[in-house]
Nanobody, 114 residues
């Protein structure tokens, strides 16, 4: 059974930092790359960062240079380090397989506000 459990969200002031974690079931980690997605109120869910099985990364233009995705293959965890956060980064953040999606986890809320 597919399991994705996100954590690490919270309330942070503009220009602050957060690190999100996603624990994924082993089968996903072996087969797929992984991605972090986000959905802001009233907007479609979007891919913000992805990492392949060989740890090649890519980012949405809106977060490039501020966010860093990484993976720990021994622990089946994918991380998203978010620096210089802006109010427009406020969203529910989800991890999922990439490029093929599997079932969604519950997500973790990130709110950037003063």
């Amino acid at each position: 059974q597919v399991q994705l459990v996100e954590s690490g969200g919270g309330l942070v002031q503009p220009w602050g930092s957060l690190r999100l974690s996603c624990a994924a079931s082993g089968s996903i980690f072996v087969i797929f790359g992984m991605g972090w997605y986000r959905q802001a109120p009233g907007k479609q869910r979007e891919l913000v960062a992805r990492i392949t099985k060989s740890s090649s990364t890519d980012y949405a233009d809106s977060v490039r240079g501020r966010f860093t995705i990484s993976r720990d293959n021994a622990k089946n965890i994918v991380y998203l380090q978010m620096n210089s956060l802006k109010p427009e980064d406020t969203a529910v953040y989800y991890c999922n397989a990439w490029p093929s999606l599997v079932g969604w986890g519950q997500g973790t809320q990130v709110t950037v506000s003063s």
